[in-house]
C-alpha cells in the first residue's frame, strides 16, 4: 500500500513499505520547494528532505499512529472496517481524509480517490442518536462514507456546522467541531470541562468557543475546533507525536518519555519566549484547577504554512480532581511531584526556571491573581460538580498563600 500524504494542498510525501511493521514517510522535493529546504512545518521531529534517517524510522511510524483514536472509539473503528489492530496504513486509507491538524491522507491506489468532500445535514435527533450509539457510526463517521479520525478515549463525535446546520462530513470534508456526550456514569464532567475551558480563555490561553448545547434532550459539550479555520484546516501535532511517545507514554510515569521539562525544551528549540510563558500559565492553571490529565497528547503545536511554529491553545482543560476514581496524580510531574495535593507555588516557579523561563515568580503569581478574580466573577454552570467552584477558590487560595494546593 502507498499512501498520499497531503498538507496545504501541496503533496509532501508517502507512506509506503512492504507491510504495517515498516512502512515510513518518504518526502517529495516538491514538498521543500513549496515549504522550504528542511522545513518543520510537518512536524518537528520530521524536517521536509527526501531522505530521513533510517534509524528514526520507528519514530516516524509513531507519528501517524498518534493519528489513531485510543479505546472504544480505536476498537468500534476497527471493528466497523475489519482492519486488523496495528496496521496504521489501512486504517488512515480508511479514515485519514479529515484527522487531527491539517494532513490528508489515501491510498493513491484506491480508484475512488480523490473522494467528494461533501455534507449529510443532520436535525437534533439525528445528532443524539450519533452521540448515543457510537457502534453505529464511531466519530459519527458515515458507514462507508466518513473518513474521520481523532485521537483521544473520550466518547466524542466530529461535525461540520455549516449555515446554520449540523452535517456529517463525508468524502474529507474538514469538521469544525467536537461534540462530547453528557455520560451516565459521570453526568457532570462536559459541565466540569466547559467552566475550565471558560478560565482558559479569561486567561488568554485559548480562543476557540466551548458551549454546552442540547439535542433533542440531550445535553452536550460543542467545542470549536482550533485547528480549522475560515472552513480550511491548520496543522497541528500533539507532544507524543512531537517528542515520539506512544500511547500511555503521554503520562511521565509510564516509562518517562515525556516530562513538562521535554516540552519547554522543545518550545525553547522551535517556538518563542512567549510559547514558554504560556506552557508556564497553562501548567499553573491545570494545577490550580485540578486537571490531572495535562499530558502530552492535551499539549500540542500549531503548524501554520508560513512555516512559523507556536503553542497550541490550551484545550481539553477538565477539573477532575474530585472524581473518586481518580488517583490524586498529576500527569506530568510538577518539580518532580505528582501528587496533587502536596504541589507548591515554589515547584511552579522552580519547575519554570529548570525550563530557563525568565521572572518565572512573577509569572506564577500574575497568573493565579488573574485566576483568582476568573474564578470569583465566573461561575460553572448548573450540572457542574457540586462542590467545584469551593475546590478551585481553596486551591487557588491555597497556592496565593504559599501552602500546598490540596491544602485544608
Known sequence: MKLAIELY????????????RSFDFVGLAEAAETFGANSRVLSIAMPLV?????????????????????????????????IRRGDVPSFLARYGRDVAGALQ???????SEPRDPGLLSLDPRGVRELLENPLRAPLANAPGLGKS??????????????DATWNQVVGGYPSTHI??????????????????????????????????????????????RFDRADGSRVHQEDFNQALGASGSQKYQEFGGVVSLQRVAQALRSFAGAEDLRALG?????????????????NLGLL???????????????????????????????????????????????VELRGWGARRAEALVQETLEELHSLVRSELPLEGSHRGLHDDILRFVGNLCAGRAVGAS
Open 303 to 349: 503548524h501554520p504554512a508560513s512555516g512559523e511554529i507556536a503553542l497550541a491553545p490550551a484545550y481539553d482543560v477538565v477539573p477532575m480532581s474530585h472524581h473518586v476514581d481518580a488517583d490524586g496524580k498529576l500527569a506530568l510531574a510538577i518539580n518532580g511531584k505528582y501528587r496533587h495535593v502536596d504541589v507548591t507555588t515554589d515547584d511552579l516557579i
Open 105 to 111: 491522507i489515501w491510498d493513491v491506489d484506491d480508484p
Open 9 to 20: 494542498g501541496t503533496l509532501i510525501g508517502h507512506l509506503e513499505g512492504p507491510d504495517a
Open 149 to 162: 479520525s481523532l485521537g483521544g478515549i473520550q466518547p466524542k463525535i466530529v461535525l461540520a456546522h455549516v
Open 179 to 224: 461534540l462530547k456526550p453528557q455520560l451516565e456514569k459521570k453526568p457532570t464532567v462536559i459541565f466540569d470541562e466547559e467552566y475550565g475551558s471558560r478560565l482558559a480563555r479569561g486567561l488568554g490561553l485559548a480562543h476557540f468557543e466551548t458551549r454546552i448545547e442540547v439535542f433533542d434532550g440531550l445535553s452536550a459539550l460543542v467545542i470549536e
Open 50 to 82: 527526501r531522505s530521513l534517517p533510517r534509524h528514526h524510522a520507528g519514530r516516524r511510524r509513531n507519528w501517524f499512529g498518534e493519528l489513531l483514536p485510543e479505546g472504544d472509539q480505536l476498537d468500534y473503528m476497527l471493528g466497523e472496517s475489519g
Open 281 to 297: 500559565r497553562m501548567m499553573t492553571l491545570g494545577l490550580a484547577i485540578g486537571n490531572l490529565d495535562m499530558h502530552t497528547k
